[in-house]
């Protein structure tokens, strides 16, 4: 099986010789490597700059059953509602409690697939997180904006400008 894949790829830079166009393109993909390479490296920092803040701002605050935040393990919490009141029957999944869910949030705003979800569901956490506090601020509306505008907009267009 692995032969046969190997021999089509082979096939497909034998025809590269014969066409033209197809070896400019083929070389033009190669040249630009060294700077997709970068970009990748800017997109991975930039995706922990943002998990982290993330992290700082919304990690903790959601009612999550799974991690124990549950009316048993802090029924203080649970008595004054400053984990807030749920909608829905659980939490998002997308979520800023542990790093790995934080990239995976990020990920999905950065891609576009259903990202006003994961900015409500943690508008709600931070906005719930402590009903007593005078002075709340919404902070996941402006947090996921920037992280969208910025993120999506401007590094995707630089990414799809270094492949032109």
């Known amino acids: 099986m692995i032969g046969s894949g190997t021999f ?6 034998k025809l590269a010789r014969q066409w033209e166009n197809l070896r400019i393109i083929l070389i033009t993909l190669v040249k630009s490597l060294k700077s997709v390479m970068y970009l990748c490296i800017l997109m991975l920092l930039f995706i922990l700059i943002w998990a982290l803040l993330g992290m700082e701002l919304f990690g903790g605050r959601y009612p999550r059953p799974e991690l124990n935040y549950t009316e048993e393990y802090f029924p203080a919490h649970w008595a004054n509602k400053s984990l807030g ?3 829905d029957d659980f939490a998002s ?3 800023f409690d542990d790093i790995g869910n934080a990239f995976l949030a990020i990920f999905v705003v950065l891609s576009g697939e259903n990202w006003n979800e994961i900015m409500w569901h943690s508008h709600e956490a931070t906005w719930h997180h402590d009903l007593a506090s005078p002075f709340r601020l919404p902070l996941a509306i402006p947090y996921f904006m920037c992280l969208f505008i910025i993120g999506n907009l401007l590094l995707f267009n630089l990414f799809i400008t270094i492949l032109l």
Not at 8 to 13: A, E, G
């Open 93 to 95: 999944r997308y979520h």
């Open 85 to 87: 009141d749920w909608d």
């Open 8 to 13: 089509r790829i082979i096939r497909v830079l």
